[in-house]
């Protein structure tokens, strides 16, 4: 267990306990921080966009090609940008900071 710490629109960091093997997407949702996106976790909605802590950047998994293809289609996206859903949380992660964007 470990947490996954959210940084919401007015700039206030939550930290939200995280489960291994849930996917960020999944523990921001679980926890009430945005509605749950339609196309649960498939990749394909954009609704799950966050934006990582730069400094936690190099340290998750790089897209696959189906996320990849979406980054660039969502509004607001630079190069932290990433879909909550394709990052599956573990130890390694914990202490993960996000944004929404
Ligand atoms: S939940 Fe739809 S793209 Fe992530």
Request: aromatic share 4%.
């Amino acid at each position: 267990m470990g947490v996954v710490k959210l940084i919401d629109k007015e700039g206030k960091t939550h930290d939200l306990p995280a489960l291994e093997g849930w996917r960020v997407m999944e523990i921001l949702r679980d926890w009430g921080m945005f509605i749950p996106p339609r196309c649960g976790g498939s990749g394909e909605c954009g609704m799950c966009h966050i934006k990582l802590s730069p400094e936690w950047k190099d340290k998750v998994p790089a897209p696959e090609e189906r996320e990849a293809k979406m980054l660039p289609l969502l509004p607001m996206n630079d190069a932290n940008s990433r879909l909550g859903c394709q990052i599956l949380w573990n130890e390694s992660l914990d202490g993960l900071t996000v944004a929404l964007p």
